[in-house]
């Protein structure tokens, strides 16, 4: 059967001044009051009909909402995995309907490729005052509004527009297209080097106010310490004997406390030890390129020394070794006593069977505790009755 005959819809002054990529500088004049109608040559019993679209699916109309973000995501991925198959709004008019549908959203501002962004913000403030709905009345108004809308948020974001451009040029790479315009619409919009610089001075900024809570909170419970006390008593009962005259006993015992806190006590180990810059994740990071260069170095260098010539260990590197095999840091390390750092480098703990044996005699010093400690006996004895 013969296909149905095709009504043309009556086109308006926009309509044909983007086809043929000019302006509208005419006057608006025409039918229907003045609304913009050209008056279309033909008989005049010819009435002007509208277009009768068929009804769209739920795919095209799915096209026309958009994925969304996480639908945007599923079909980037579908069609990456895919090996060039073509996803769901492909099908509907290829990636176009990303941008401007079929029509070319630099004839819909009335630019040419070359237009800068000024240029595009003139022209869409121009046609959006000639075409918003409020002002015009003409029943095309709202699609051509909105036709010249998506246009300016297309050509008016950088990174966009280069997709767009390029879809212009490269109509074919269909997967290349939905890559770019996911990646420019849902791609964050600020540096990742200035996210990354903000969670390092947030970081940075919490681990600074845990160290001195912590070292804060050490100090306050060494001030109650009998041994503390005494001493800041025994320092300064000589102050007071070594001065003449009225003495302030508080002003003394502050500033003895302090003294004895900056001369004889030491914090180290468990994260107690005094505020650093050095630990802090900013100052790491700064320092990582600078760091890992030193201990590329360093390990050349040991293998270098040890493992290629032989030589034997010095001093610093028994110590090394012996903290390394213990699993201590060097704060746990410089906390013990000397006699006892000491006591563990000279067995050199580094080699296995060393090792081995000392954690044996740790167990056994530790079983021997446990039997004479009236706690641990009391709770063999509960664990007798009750099995």
Known sequence: SPL????????????????????MADDRSGSRGGRGHVAEEGPPSAAPQRLQRPPASPVSAACRRGPGRHGAALMLALALLGGGAPVPCAAQGGAGELYCGKENCYS??????????????????????????????????????????????????????????????????????????????????????????????????LQYINQNWKYSSMMRAIKYQPSFKRRVNERVEEEVAELEGKVELEV???????QVFDSEVHVGGGGFAK?????????????????????VCEVFRWHRRFSWNKEEYGTEER??????????????????????????????????????????EREEEMRERLAQSGAYKRAKRWHRKNG
């Open 252 to 258: 003394l015992r502050e500033r003895v406390e302090a």
């Open 275 to 295: 505020p650093s810059l050095k630990s802090l994740a900013l100052v790491s990071a700064v320092r990582s390129p600078y760091d890992l260069s030193i201990y």
């Open 4 to 23: 149905p005959a095709r009504r043309c819809l009556r086109p308006t002054r926009f309509s044909r001044a983007r086809a043929g990529g000019i302006g």
């Open 108 to 205: 819909l501002l009335g630019l040419t490729r070359d237009a800068s962004a000024g240029e595009v913000q003139k022209a869409f403030r121009k046609l959006a005052l000639q075409w918003h709905p409020d002002k015009n009345r003409d029943p095309e108004a709202p699609a051509e509004f909105r036709s010249i809308g998506r246009a300016n948020e297309v050509l008016s974001e950088e990174k966009l527009r280069r997709a767009y451009d390029y879809f212009l040029d490269h109509p074919e790479e269909s997967i290349a297209h939905y890559y770019q315009y996911y990646n420019a619409v849902y791609s964050p919009q600020t540096p990742i080097w200035m996210v990354v610089l903000g969670v390092l001075f947030f970081v940075s900024g």
């Open 319 to 360: 110590k090394y070794l012996t903290r390394r095999v213990l699993g201590m840091s060097q704060g746990q390390w410089e906390y013990m006593e000397e006699e006892q750092r000491e006591e563990m480098v000279g067995r050199e703990l580094w080699l296995p069977e060393n090792l081995q044996a000392f954690h044996k």
